[in-house]
């Protein structure tokens, strides 16, 4: 499978102390399935850090190794438990706020490594530049 990641930086081995807190699904290493979506994410990074750089890492995944060794916690809809699970890793902020702030998202599939063996499952393949938005 190919995940995306992202970034205003190439990353070509993720690192998890390098990770934000009270994120959707806390803390660790997040991809998706979405190129547009990863495109969309190094935008944001890029305006954030007010840097003139953003950047897509491209991985393979090997989803039938991981998870033969790992415990993959998985929500196939959105529905109460997903946003239980989201609410309490964005700590302070409330269930109507995060709701109205998903009312304007299109969601995508999320890949979040939360352990270094977890990390040992992605492959960097390249990267890329996305083009800049006017």
Do not use: C
Not at 11 to 24: A, C, G, I, Q, T
Not at 41 to 59: D, G, H, L, P, T
Not at 113 to 120: C, D, G, M, Q, R
């Amino acid at each position: 499978m190919t995940l995306y990641h992202g970034s205003n930086v190439i990353v070509e081995m993720p690192n998890l102390v390098l990770s934000r807190k009270n994120l959707d699904f806390g803390f660790g290493f997040y991809t998706t399935e979405n190129r547009e979506q990863a495109v969309a994410f190094a935008q944001k990074v890029m305006i954030r850090k007010e840097q003139k750089n953003q950047r897509v890492s491209v991985y393979d995944f090997d989803e039938d190794s991981a998870e033969s060794v790992l415990d993959i916690l998985r929500f196939p809809s959105i529905g109460k438990l997903w946003l239980d699970f989201v609410h309490q890793n964005r700590r302070g902020t409330y269930v109507e706020q995060t709701l109205d702030a998903l009312k304007v998202k299109d969601l995508y599939s999320q890949f979040v490594f939360k352990t270094e063996k977890a990390l040992s499952f992605l492959r960097y393949v390249n990267s890329f530049e996305p083009e800049a938005v006017p």
